[in-house]
């Protein structure tokens, strides 16, 4: 089935090759692989193209599925290929690649260059024929145009793409379609993006004023406006009060260190290129901007800890750091070069209490993301070593503990009936790790928290504790972020919930409206009475509609109206989001509606 | 009196030096000035010295008072002098400085080299004989040694000190004295010194375990650890409060900036010297760490700002801002690279409400510094610019601005009975200030909060709105920083209070602590009636009065023992830091006490 749906992928984008043959027959042809939806084919055109062209092409394609033609493959010699594909050099290219080194595969090419690998003889190639359309392809197609639905593809986007994405190559076109097996998945999928495109988080963050980005800060480093640090310190205020619950303690930790720090926790080695180095003009010592807390963590661990009647010690911190990335690959606020601003905690504790201590943050997992309602369709991740696979240097320390470990994890999932879909090789450079997965709004796997088992860098930096037998032992350090990063977190409540933040962490949670100026008062006397709740009064300077629209557009939940009636009869007349007036209520009614849901949740 | 004070310590320096050559009479002289609490003197000894030195220079110096000495001071010719002081190079050069410049003031020698100043012709110099030591000085001299009470004065300290401060030139031994009229004041003075050695911040932080100073992060970056973390997340939450009621919204902004910021807001062009530059690895952009918020804050004034209606609009920010200081100049929380983490905020006023702004701005801060009682001899100094001096270029813009400006403040001030003391010449480069100050433990004046009028860079960074008749107009900003930056105030509270600070502001509350192991299970019970504060229990593993006094070495305002009889009564039996047994009180008391003192104040 979904094999099927591959090949069906692929071959639309032999029509579109073939479509754009008719349309420019000089045209260069790159290649034409399957994405995730749909797929792609590469061309350096010899018109102008804009997407005005889509139609066209689309109409066309659609012109040779009608004809139901058949995909056949046939194997030829070199010097065949060669002649047939004269006029097209990218194709010539590929046709020597295979001829050299077995394959088109740029990666699989260098090994070879390299000596690492062995080039594979072919003796031929394949191409394939639709039409009166030719092309080098090793293929995976169905048997003829009558198989694709007609209704059930489309071509949505033009883009740049340098020749094999090597950027001294030329820039080609790329189009891009999407394609499935019937009309109601594309129009469904069509609809999702749309709607992806309507309510993703950077549209939502300008439209209800959450983050800037300014080009005198620089890409990729958001700053929250008032209604953003609202929602931020809100979410860190629910932590901490859970954390504290947890027995954690908070720290504050500068956002540099000197680089010997990073020389000792090994982050200077394996990530120099993601972190900032800081210039100190008075002395030239080098400083980097923290890209984690951890190494921080670690010396206040040193500071605190000198036997095992001191552990477990949790530490915490909603700690910002800075990580490298490139201005082109920023995303508001769910890729940044910082403030990361991490729902961090470190929890020191010795071996025989890892599991217990696991567990505990299970709990405290679970509590969290009942609360938060919002956050629903997600999925644990076990990433463990690969121990026969060829990454196998990067896991340090010994099996064993690395076994023992992962035993850990999974003991604790089992014990909380969690299902774990299981990866493995893809563990952290020092433990073992339990990532929370969920879609985000594009249908795309992204990791909104993290418990990781740490068994390595405590014994690089030196952590002990003394055991009950006087023996100096190094601590297990588990790292976790229940929430991630606050701003990551942030983007993806606004994706989740539209914009339609829940009562407790809505900007404003109740609005005020005075029907003309002669309720201002009236509408004061209320505002004084839930005066422990974000209340904003409009006044009647525009019509009641006009505001009730804003507010509507702004998505506050609780609005208050009040007029004549309403002074007289000493009530408001209540409207929640989204729905119609629900007529005059007691303002103690609208207390017990802010008491049950506008604070921070227990 | 205070000349009289002058003259004394002054002719003690002499002593000072004709006692050194009494025991090395081959020491070579520096000079010997007055300090603020005595004198000093310089000197290149041939013997090895340390400070057991002290005790004896000062009995020599006694014998000398005691001998009733004259200073007898004569004016000589230049080649008499240079044959006095043959064998004392310092003062050959010294000699040889007056004789081409009329002055030993280094500064002064730069401007006349530099042909900003004219050379002033001096025929003679004056030296100073008091029994068989000559020294070469302009005077300013007791008339004997019989003015000096022997009780009176103190030799404390020696340090290294290159000559003439330029570190080219040979290091010399510094003899530091102290010196009063009356031996009362002498021994005020060392009692005073010895409290301040033992109560100020940086040994009260090591040992309350409020901070940390780690070579792996680098001198002048400390590490809050929970304690201290603690007392900075209920400053921020008591100021958030605060500033919430009197209408602050709260923005959260990055700790970088791309150099176009600074060099629109001109920080790069007067500050870059102390300003951290920060390396992007991935794409050479220039970024600095923040010196100061202000420049973020007025990013968001332009995204929310529009006209007249928007304003005022006051914008706080807990913000960490990083400078550059010297490692060796560095001191616990009080000078710090960073994080300074300011109680800052920037209010954005039309010209008409400038002064009510302002007005509200002191209203603040007398509410904040009457709850915190702690902090309470200061007072107010407004910094104006000086335009007849100088500096005058440095105050840009337009006189009448200024004036206007200094005026509003001065105004405000009257209305709120503030007296001032005025500083000419010590406004900020872009407006007036009134600045708060205390003296520090050591008796030294600091400035614990601010409030600034800036009236240039608005229109720099191009912050505008539409006023009522549609003209375009730049705003006002008031920077002000209530409890100035939260670490140096958590050094200040720590140094006020000798360590015992308010219930509401201790890292730990209450402590219970059970007589024997059977009295765990209700010390538990009555930490769960009270679990709304910060209560630590700790059990029956030391004796009673071991425990009682690590909690009084903590500072632990609260400690309730529970034993035999207050289980069986149901009570506890009570005692406040510093204070004896208080008896049995009923569990009411306490909750009562912790309501009333231990909370966030109102």
Redesign the interface.
């Known amino acids: 089935m979904a094999e099927n749906l591959e090949k069906l992928r692929h071959s639309l984008a032999h029509l579109l090759a073939s479509a754009v043959l008719k349309i420019d027959p000089r045209a260069k042809l790159g290649i034409g692989p399957t994405t995730e939806d749909g797929f792609y084919y590469d061309f350096l055109f010899s018109i102008k193209v804009d997407e005005s062209l889509l139609p066209k092409l689309e109409s066309i394609m659609k012109d040779l599925i009608s004809q139901n033609l058949k995909f056949v493959g046939k194997k030829i010699s070199f010097p065949q290929a060669k002649k047939i594909f004269k006029n097209q050099p990218f194709k010539l290219e590929l046709i020597n690649d295979l001829k050299k080194y077995g394959t088109t595969d740029f990666q699989e090419i260098q090994l070879i260059k390299a000596k690492k690998k062995k080039a594979k003889k072919l003796a031929r190639v394949t191409i394939y024929q639709t039409g009166d359309f030719i092309d080098l392809c090793r293929g995976g197609h169905i048997k003829s145009t009558k198989e694709i639905n007609p209704q059930a593809f489309k071509l949505i986007r033009i883009a740049g793409a340098y020749w094999r994405g090597d950027e001294k190559n030329p820039m080609l076109t790329r189009i891009y379609g999407v394609a499935f097996k019937t009309e109601k998945e594309l129009d469904e999928y069509l609809k999702k993006q749309e709607e992806a495109e309507k309510y993703n988080h950077r549209v939502l963050g300008e439209k209800l ?1 959450i983050f ?1 980005i ?5 890409k990729g ?6 209604k ?3 929602i ?2 809100i979410l860190i205020k629910y932590m901490r009060k859970k954390e504290e619950k947890y027995g954690y ?10 680089s ?2 990073y020389e ?1 926790s090994g982050h200077l080695k394996y990530y ?2 993601e ?9 030239g ?1 080098d ?1 980097y ?1 923290k890209p984690m807390n951890c ?2 963590h670690h ?2 661990y040193q ?2 800890v000198k036997s095992y009647r001191d552990l477990p010690l949790r ?1 915490a911190e909603a700690g ?1 750091v ?1 990580r ?4 082109g690959e920023t995303y508001g606020l769910m890729r940044v070069r ?2 990361i601003t991490q729902n961090d905690a470190h929890i020191y504790v010795n071996e025989q209490n890892l599991e217990e201590e696991f567990l505990k943050v299970l709990d405290l997992l679970s509590e969290v993301y009942d609360d938060l309602k919002i956050i629903q369709n997600y999925w644990f991740r076990l990433s463990l070593p690969d121990f026969s696979g060829k990454n196998k240097e990067k896991y340090g320390g010994d099996l064993r503990l690395w076994q023992w470990a992962s035993k850990i994890i999974n003991n604790a999932c089992q014990k909380k009936k969690i299902n774990l879909v299981k990866g493995l090789g893809e563990a952290a450079f020092y433990g073992p790790k339990l990532d929370m997965q969920i879609k985000n709004i594009y249908g795309k796997e992204e990791t909104i928290a993290t418990i990781q088992v740490d068994i390595l860098v405590p014994k690089r930096m030196g952590l002990v504790y003394v055991d009950k037998n006087n023996k100096e032992k190094n601590p297990i350090v588990i790292h976790r972020a229940i929430l991630g990063s606050y701003e990551r977190f942030i983007g993806f409540l606004l994706e989740a919930t539209k914009g339609d933040l829940p009562l407790w962490l809505s900007p404003i949670q109740v609005l005020i409206l005075p029907v003309g100026n002669e309720h201002q008062d009236y509408a004061e006397e209320i505002k004084q009475k839930i005066s422990d709740f974000r209340v904003e009064i409009w006044p009647a300077e525009e019509s009641l509609a006009k505001r009730i629209l804003l507010a509507e557009e702004e998505k506050i939940p609780v609005i208050l109206v009040v007029g004549e009636r309403e002074k007289k009869n000493k009530t408001i007349s209540l409207r929640l989001r989204h729905q119609k007036d629900l007529g005059e209520k007691k303002i103690e009614e609208i207390i017990k509606l802010l008491n049950e849901e506008g604070d921070i949740p227990n």
């Open positions: 004023k800037l300014s080009p005198y800060i620089g480093l958001p700053l929250l406006l008032p953003g640090e609202i931020k310190n303690t908070y720290v504050a930790t500068p956002h540099v260190a000197s010997k720090l000792k120099q290129n972190m900032y180095k800081v210039i100190d003009p008075a002395e010592e400083f901007l190494p921080h010396l206040i500071e605190l530490l910002a800075y490298v990335e490139k201005s910082g403030p």
